[in-house]
């Protein structure tokens, strides 16, 4: 993981925290400063921002301590990124159910984005939750999603990951864009490991990923993608 914002005492944080991309997508979000995002939280997303967009890499990595609040930057991204018609939206893969619907819970998703300044530009919340991709539907051809949230255990039974990537194949055809992939947890993956392989599969396909964690690093010393 090379891409890494920890907070805004440190060099690499500063450079992210001086650009302008979080202001310039979201004009309107709270300067309330007990209801604002955060310096580390813009940081992260003007991170993100810079590497697809303005280098043109097809992944970026982003590393918050526990607390900084790493769903409102995956939220953000997808919204952000999708907004900038740099993707169709997100699909999200958290290591369980658990924290696959915390990222799409209804109160929360409204509070964020009333702190983005956003809240009244949708009907219902762009956030769901999937668990059948033979199921899904592609609301991102209509607008109605923003970010899709799974487990990422869904990659790795039987041919899920070829479906995903049918899937994804079958956003880009509707929308002209490729959905962006957010891994949450990412330390978890590895270059040996079965997730690690089905998430270069997705991104081999034509996706861009950004690993999203707390953790750089894995205690059995084994690398992370990308």
């Not at 018609?85 to 964020?112: I, M, T, W, Y």
Request: proline share 4%; charged share 25%; aromatic share 8%.
């Amino acid at each position: 993981m090379k891409d890494v914002v920890v907070n805004s005492d440190i060099k690499t944080a500063v450079e992210y925290e001086n650009m302008r991309h979080y202001h310039e997508d979201f004009p309107n979000a709270s300067e309330d400063p007990n209801n604002s995002p955060r310096l580390p939280q813009k940081a992260a997303y003007n991170c993100v921002v810079d590497k697809l967009v303005n280098q043109g890499k097809k992944s970026a990595s982003i590393v918050l301590p526990t607390g900084v609040g790493k769903s409102d930057v995956v939220l953000s991204l997808a919204v952000g990124l999708s907004n900038r018609g740099h993707c169709a939206g997100a699909l999200v893969f958290s290591p369980h159910v658990g924290l696959r619907n915390q990222l799409v819970n209804v109160k929360s998703c409204e509070g964020f984005l009333k702190r983005i300044g956003q809240n009244q530009n949708y009907t219902r919340s762009p956030f769901t939750w999937e668990s059948d991709i033979k199921e899904a539907r592609n609301r991102f051809k209509d607008g109605e999603n923003k970010l899709q949230s799974w487990t990422i255990q869904k990659l790795t039974t039987g041919n899920s990951v070829n479906d995903f990537i049918d899937y994804a194949k079958r956003i880009k055809k509707d929308t002209g864009l490729w959905p962006v992939v957010i891994i949450d947890e990412s330390h978890l993956l590895s270059d040996d490991n079965c997730w690690g392989s089905q998430v270069k599969k997705l991104h081999d396909a034509g996706m861009s990923i950004v690993l999203v964690t707390g953790t750089p690093y894995r205690s059995d010393n084994t690398g992370i993608p990308f």
